[in-house]
């Protein structure tokens, strides 16, 4: 599966922003998804994922209440509606998908298929 992030910007902390990821094959709904996100100088980090069959969601203590994982599947996309954001959630964001994972979903490296990221900017 190929990944397609987008909807990244600079915004004032406070603002709201709505994170995209398009992917593409005909087997969209059996991947489940989720967001990292890499700051300058530190690692990759997991913010959230969707899972590909009940739907379940979890996110990063940092980022639960303000941040919000949902799918459409007819349209193959997956988004992060991100709110009340902070200066500290600047960073690169990144989609990224594996089949019919249930498991260590906050593990980068459980995860085959990633976005080329997307610029978030949040200034004070």
């Known amino acids: 599966v190929q990944l397609q992030a987008s909807g990244g910007g600079l915004v004032q902390a406070g603002g709201s922003l709505r994170l995209s990821c398009a992917g593409s094959g005909r087997i969209f709904n059996s991947y489940t998804m989720a967001w990292f996100r890499q700051a300058p100088g530190q690692e990759r980090e997991f913010v959230g994922a969707?899972?590909?069959?009940?739907?379940?969601?979890g996110y990063a203590d940092a980022v639960k209440g303000r941040f919000t994982i949902s799918r459409d599947n007819d349209k193959n996309t997956v988004y992060l509606q991100m709110n009340s954001l902070k200066p500290e959630d600047t960073a690169v964001y990144y989609c990224?998908?594996?089949?019919?994972?249930?498991?260590?979903?906050?593990?980068?490296?459980?995860?085959?298929?990633w976005g080329q990221g997307t610029q978030v900017t949040v200034s004070s």
């Open positions: 969707i899972t590909w069959t009940d739907r379940w969601t």
């Open positions: 990224a998908a594996a089949q019919y994972a249930r498991n260590g979903l906050k593990d980068a490296e459980r995860y085959p298929y």
